[in-house]
């Protein structure tokens, strides 16, 4: 029961250039999504995170882009860096549950190349 | 910058054994979570605590795993009896407060292996 999809399982950018990662959803019961980045050996690191109240969020060079009526968000990176090389994982909740487990998509492997 | 911590990073155990998984959560946060991946798949919800009690677990959550706030620091994860498809990395996580969008901050993980 694959409620977050994220279909790419990999993308490779050049530095300096835009990178966007994509995730579907298919519960409309969501309503708060979040980007986690995660290394190799290490716990998933919040990165940057939307309420459906909105469509877009930004920091810094994080951008999150959310549409409703599509069930699709997406993050952009600009500009990618060689640090950015990482997996990306969207997650979303449904906040009026009481426990507000997140549901994760399968990643997204990113490699920024010099 | 406060953050979750897990210990041991690493877990060995023969099938049918018990493991104790232990977290000590962001010190004022109040929810607490273990999730888990198995190797190549994506990250799982267990169960999340709040208020000394469980307030939601999933399907794998079943009748061998248990989980405990001790005291008030360490959250843990118990497995009665270990089998070999319970072998992943275990993470723990903690939320801030009961309001709506609070970011959950997870721990490195616990790496799992059961043979």
């Known amino acids: 029961d694959q409620q977050v999809k994220q279909n790419s399982p990999s993308l490779s950018v050049q530095e300096g250039r835009i990178s966007i990662l994509n995730c579907d959803y298919t519960?409309?019961?969501?309503?708060?999504f979040l980007w986690y980045k995660k290394y190799p050996a290490e716990g998933p690191t919040f990165l940057i995170s939307?309420?459906?109240?909105?469509d877009k969020n930004e920091d810094g060079r994080f951008t999150v882009f959310l549409n409703k009526s599509a069930k699709h968000l997406s993050l952009h990176i600009v500009p990618s860096q060689p640090g950015d090389s990482a997996v990306y994982f969207c997650?979303?909740?449904?906040?009026?549950?009481?426990?507000?487990?997140?549901?994760f998509g399968k990643g997204t492997s990113l490699l920024v190349t010099p | 910058e406060p953050e979750v911590t897990q210990t041991p990073s690493h877990q060995v155990t023969q099938m049918g054994q018990e493991v104790i998984l232990r977290c000590v959560p962001i010190?004022?946060?109040?929810?607490f979570y273990w999730y888990r991946q198995i190797l190549g798949q994506k990250v799982e919800f267990l169960v999340s605590?709040?208020?000394?009690?469980?307030?939601?677990k999933s399907e794998i959550f079943d009748d061998q795993f248990s989980v405990e706030r001790p005291d008030g620091s360490n959250f843990t994860l118990k497995i009665r009896s270990t089998k070999l498809e319970d072998s992943a990395m275990y993470f723990c996580?903690?939320?801030?407060?009961?309001?709506?969008?609070?970011?959950?901050?997870f721990g490195p993980g616990t790496r799992l292996l059961v043979l």
């Open positions: 996580a903690s939320r801030a407060r009961k309001l709506w969008g609070e970011t959950q901050y």
């Open positions: 519960n409309s019961m969501f309503d708060y």
């Open positions: 939307i309420s459906s109240i909105k």
């Open positions: 997650a979303a909740s449904v906040n009026s549950n009481s426990g507000y487990a997140l549901n």
């Open positions: 010190s004022n946060h109040l929810y």
């Open positions: 605590f709040y208020n000394n009690e469980i307030s939601e």
